[in-house]
T-cell receptor, first 113, second 115 residues
Framework: DQQVKQNSPSLSVQEGRISILNCDYT??????FLWYKKYPAEGPTFLIS?????DKNEDGRFTVFLNKSAKHLSLHIVPSQPGDSAVYFC????????????FGKGITLSVRP | GAGVSQSPSNKVTEKGKDVELRCDPI?????LYWYRQSLGQGLEFLIY????????KSGLPSDRFSAERTGGSVSTLTIQRTQQEDSAVYLC?????????????FGSGTQLSVL
């Protein structure tokens, strides 16, 4: 049973445009959400996070939005750059879970020059 | 070291053999996690260490899988009598572990192929 769902396996956008990556979750105990980025043959690296007490967190070109009532979050990248091409994982954790993360299957983002 | 180090980076083995995967966490990180990623799947939690103890082993798929950590540092994941379904990338991560919500730092993983 997938508790974190990334239903679109891939996304292709033009350089300079906005990339929107979506994520849904089913576990109402999740209260902290993260996005990780992964290049081939490398481990995932942390990108941005958001606590459930917020609905938006911004860091440079990256913004994460959280809609708790819909159990939905999204990552916006603007403007998109070719170097953003990677696999993006959505992850979530519960309070007191010692940072144990539950991951989605990932979305492959391709940014076309 | 500067980051989480895993070895070997690639391992090819025959069905039924035992394998050992090693993880060197970031120096000073007390929390250590093992995950695996099978083809087309997300990262699946296997086991969590705090120091040398493993308070959460809930993700280990069978009793063929075991892990230990010594000296609060290096960890070894052992898979006995490997099966083809064990083929995956095995990822290790560490965190400072001194408060909740620490972000995890991942190694590059070990690609395990069971023939």
């Amino acid at each position: 049973d997938q508790q974190v769902k990334q239903n679109s396996p891939s996304l292709s956008v033009q350089e300079g445009r906005i990339s929107i990556l979506n994520c849904d979750y089913t576990n109402s105990m999740f209260d902290y959400f993260l996005w990780y980025k992964k290049y081939p043959a490398e481990g995932p690296t942390f990108l941005i996070s958001i606590s459930s007490i917020k609905d938006k967190n911004e860091d440079g070109r990256f913004t994460v939005f959280l809609n708790k009532s819909a159990k939905h979050l999204s990552l916006h990248i603007v403007p998109s750059q070719p170097g953003d091409s990677a696999v993006y994982f959505c992850a979530a954790s519960e309070a007191g879970a010692n940072s144990k993360l539950t991951f989605g299957k990932g979305i492959t983002l391709s940014v076309r020059p | 070291g500067a980051g989480v180090s895993q070895s070997p980076s690639n391992k090819v083995t025959e069905k039924g053999k035992d394998v050992e995967l090693r993880c060197d966490p970031i120096s000073g990180h007390t929390a250590l996690y093992w995950y695996r990623q099978s083809l087309g799947q997300g990262l699946e939690f296997l086991i969590y260490f705090q120091g040398n103890s493993a308070p959460d082993k809930s993700g280990l798929p069978s009793d063929r899988f075991s892990a230990e950590r010594t000296g609060g540092s290096v960890s070894t994941l052992t898979i006995q009598r490997t099966q083809q379904e064990d083929s995956a990338v095995y990822l290790c991560a560490s965190s400072a572990g001194d408060r909740d919500r620490e972000k995890l730092f991942f190694g590059s993983g070990t690609q395990l192929s069971v023939l």
